[in-house]
């Protein structure tokens, strides 16, 4: 396992400052990273600038082949790559073995899908011209992503900037960096050139200030909460660096009286319990019809009483360790906000004592007759609580829907067809999963409206982030 940072062709390790990576469900210390700043972030970005000429003048044949190395040694790797995954971030074994083949995936599709980038040639308005359009790489680019998906927030960003010819520096979390080292370690064994792909780990505020001070990095993807996302869009006006955004959602999940309810019991619990509920588009919001509402509450509660908590390294547990002690208090604050105020505590509602492991675990819990003042109703809660409300008509389910500052991910669940695009074109989401609790996926746009971002990420949606147009007015 390496514990360094990648830039250029040299594993660099800290100049004495480290930051220790720690497992969260028993708190023992797995690694130490480098505690990387602005002149680190520097010297990758330097590095990043020297190998972009060469990889940009590649064609996208040779580009895929690389890409799709790594993509395959990913797999190849899947089980301890899941294992190191599991050990710095908690989420169990079974999950974490899906990311990455779901990491792998974006790799694979972007590796495809550069060959696909095309231009146009364009009627002129005078005889004696052409209008050429083609698309080129932005250039040197940076990605900041989160601790709650280590590999695919990082692979979902570096597929495509690589498949488009771009360089790129990445800065993972500070709780999930030996992910991200592993994959660089990968790329290189794949064939990467040396400063295609870096990695930069330690203080996120300085790094940060660097690669938007740096007129060399022309563009930042960004996955993370609204508040930082906000920091970086101010940041950016200095060189006017480009921005894709993947911010916070609070996601409403809503189910008709029409439903199957067994399917959207299986959706609901896909949805809100994976990663135990550490998702930007895990729901926050149950809106459930009233004719239906009791069928769906005895599911939904007998299912989640029946998931196994534990240590994500046991095979057959599905609930893990939150990432840290501020997320859990801040879960235990939603919940006891929500009784305060008439929640009713249908299940959970208090943490999980596993023995032998750190007292980090929270109960999979459901809240009802949540109202619009509590703090969950209106926060991400991230962490493993469903909070229902019962509804009469479907005017009311779609305007409480819509009744949010963010517009990530929306549920539904409904047999009714026409309802089904009724509401499917009134919700104000980037996404919406219709009868379908899990619609990400490589070949699909991902992204939010309003205060959850700006970008598309994924399918072919994501190669107009990593390419610019140029328009050459050709004279004959
Ligand atoms: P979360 O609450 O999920 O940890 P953050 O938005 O705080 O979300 O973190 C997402 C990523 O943004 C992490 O890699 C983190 O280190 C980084 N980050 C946090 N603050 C800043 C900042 N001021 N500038 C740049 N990156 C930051």
């Excluded at 996302?229 to 029409?258: C, M, Y």
């Excluded at 149950?286 to 004719?291: H, K, L, M, R, S």
């Excluded at 009802?368 to 509804?391: H, I, N, Q, Y």
Aim: charged content about 25%; overall charge negative; hydrophobic content about 40%.
């Amino acid at each position: 396992m390496q514990d360094r940072n990648l830039i250029g062709s040299e594993w660099i390790s800290g100049s004495g400052e480290e930051i220790d990576v720690t497992n969260p469900a028993t708190n023992e210390k797995i690694a130490s990273v480098p505690n990387g700043g602005a002149a680190e972030a520097r010297r990758a970005v330097t590095a990043a600038t020297e190998a972009l000429p060469e990889w940009r003048s590649r064609t996208a044949f040779d580009r895929g082949k690389i890409l799709r190395r790594i993509a395959n040694l990913m797999l190849e790797r899947q089980e301890p790559l899941a294992e190191l995954m599991t050990r710095e971030q908690g989420k169990p074994l079974a999950e974490a073995r899906g990311e990455i083949a779901y990491a792998a995936s974006f790799i694979d599709w972007a590796a495809e899908e550069g060959k696909r980038l095309d231009g146009e040639l364009l009627p002129a308005s005078a005889e004696n011209k052409r209008i050429l359009v083609m698309r080129q790489p932005v250039g040197v680019t940076a990605c900041i992503t989160p601790w709650n998906f280590p590999s695919a927030m990082i692979a979902r960003k570096l597929g495509p900037a690589l498949a488009c010819g771009c360089t790129m520096v990445v800065k993972p979390a500070e709780q999930t960096p030996l992910s991200a080292i592993a994959l660089a370690e990968i790329a290189l064994e794949a064939g990467l050139p040396p400063g295609v792909m870096n990695v930069v780990t330690g203080d996120a505020a300085a790094i940060g200030e660097e690669l938007f001070s740096n007129p060399a990095v022309r563009k930042v993807s960004f996955t993370g909460s609204t508040e930082v996302g906000k920091i970086l869009i101010k940041q950016s006006a200095q060189n006017v660096t480009r921005l894709s955004l993947e911010l916070g959602g609070h996601a409403p999940f809503l189910v008709f009286d029409d439903a199957d309810v067994k399917a959207a019991v299986a959706g609901a619990m896909a949805s809100k319990y994976r990663n135990m509920g550490q998702t930007c588009v895990c729901p926050n919001r149950f809106y459930v019809q009233q004719g239906i509402y009791d069928e769906f509450v005895a599911g939904l509660t007998a299912a989640v009483e029946a998931l196994r908590i534990g240590s994500g390294l046991e095979e057959g547990i599905e609930v893990g360790p939150l990432i840290d002690d501020p997320a859990i208090e801040k879960v235990e604050r939603h919940v006891s906000d929500a009784l305060e105020k008439g929640g009713k505590l249908r299940t959970g509602g208090k943490r999980a004592k596993v023995e032998g492991m750190a007292d980090r675990f929270y109960m999979p819990t459901i809240v009802e007759d949540f109202t619009p003042d509590m703090t969950m109703a209106c926060e991400e809660t991230f962490g493993p609580v469903s909070p229902l409300r019962r509804f009469r008509h479907e005017d009311e389910a779609v305007e409480w829907a819509n009744d949010s500052p963010y517009g990530l991910a929306s549920y539904f669940y409904t047999r009714d067809a026409s309802r089904l695009m009724r509401v499917a074109e009134r919700l104000e989401y980037g996404i919406v999963g219709a009868n379908d609790g899990t619609p990400s996926t490589a070949q699909a746009p991902f992204g939010g409206v309003k205060q959850s971002g700006i970008g598309r990420e994924g399918g072919r949606y994501v190669m107009h982030e990593y390419t610019e147009i140029k328009y050459v007015s050709w004279g004959l």
